[in-house]
């Protein structure tokens, strides 16, 4: 007995490698995402990055993250001071990348940057883009008080953060995440989404969306008077200051006349009458913290950083500090 065929039909997808790729990126944020791409198909031939910084108390001139890594991984690097430079633009021609990626480079790419590429130039952000465009949008979602995040990645543009979204995808903010957990998770979660995007548009998977203007919103710089607490304020505020700055850059108050960086918090519901930054609690345990008055409520001080020490618990600074009910921050 003849068994007869079935008849299929296969659609064949065509594929265009993405063989020439640059990455853009400089800070702790942007080593993951590049990571992911050196152990892909997608091996970065150049990284661009800004030049090495004098960081520390004796002003040592450091590399920045992302070089160290391409380095490891005998990666070229190119480090100019403005991307206006002709050695930097001659260089990406020479090259003629396929796509350009960016993620958190430190700068704006130049229009004649923006159109080389095949496939342009694309940058991972830390957001639910049109929210939060611009320089901060991880510290600003905690500020918020936000419980959903995530990572966009667009075709960018010469307006900042407009560009049509290409993948996007959300993330939980976790009740105790901070600026500098919170950045890890989208980091390594954003290095996924980028090699995605990179296999997708190799087979034409993507339809890129227009963002929505009206819907936009933007964060900005933070400045040092950004993150001096106002204990004057909601102890809740205060506790979303805390989170958005935690560990780096810290959110600052005073106490005997010296600047304490807080680190950790948490609300207690106390309306004390005492004013506003006053101690007037401090907890004995290995565990404990100590209580501050607040505008509304209070917080336990759960971690602190000293001025040139390191960050420690609350009972471990107390130990030395011997804090005394009544005394006063900020």
Partial sequence: MKVKPIKTEITLTTITPIKRVVYFGTPEFAVPPLERLINSKFKPLLVVTQPDRQQGRKLK????????????????????????EPSIIAKLTELKPDIIVTAAYGGFLTKNILELPRLGCVNLHPSLLPKYRGATPINKALFEGDTITGNTIFKMTPRMDDGPILL??????????????????????????????????EKSEITPVE?????????????????????ALDAKEIQRLVRGLAL?????????????????????ELDSGQPAGTIIEIEKTKDG?????????????????????????????NLGARLEIGERLG
């Avoid at 850059?249 to 207690?268: H, N, Q, S, W």
Wanted: aromatic residues 6%.
């Fill in 248 to 268: 780096i850059p810290g959110a600052v108050t005073t106490f005997r006349e010296r600047p304490l960086k807080i680190m950790e918090v948490e609300p207690v």
């Fill in 61 to 84: 001139l450091m590399p920045p993250p992302v070089k160290v890594l391409a380095q490891e991984h005998s990666i070229e690097v190119a480090q100019p001071e403005s991307l206006k």
């Fill in 168 to 201: 996007q995808k959300k993330l939980h903010i976790d009740e105790k995440d901070n600026y500098t957990t919170l950045s890890d998770k989208l980091s390594l979660e954003g290095g996924d989404l980028l090699l995605e995007l990179l296999e997708r548009l």
């Fill in 289 to 317: 913290g100590f209580i501050v008055a607040c505008g509304k409520d209070s917080l336990k001080i759960k971690q602190v950083q000293a001025a040139g020490k390191r960050i420690m618990g609350s009972f471990e600074y």
């Fill in 211 to 231: 963002q929505n203007d009206k819907e936009a919103s933007y964060c900005y710089k933070i400045n040092k008077s950004d993150t001096i607490i106002d204990w």
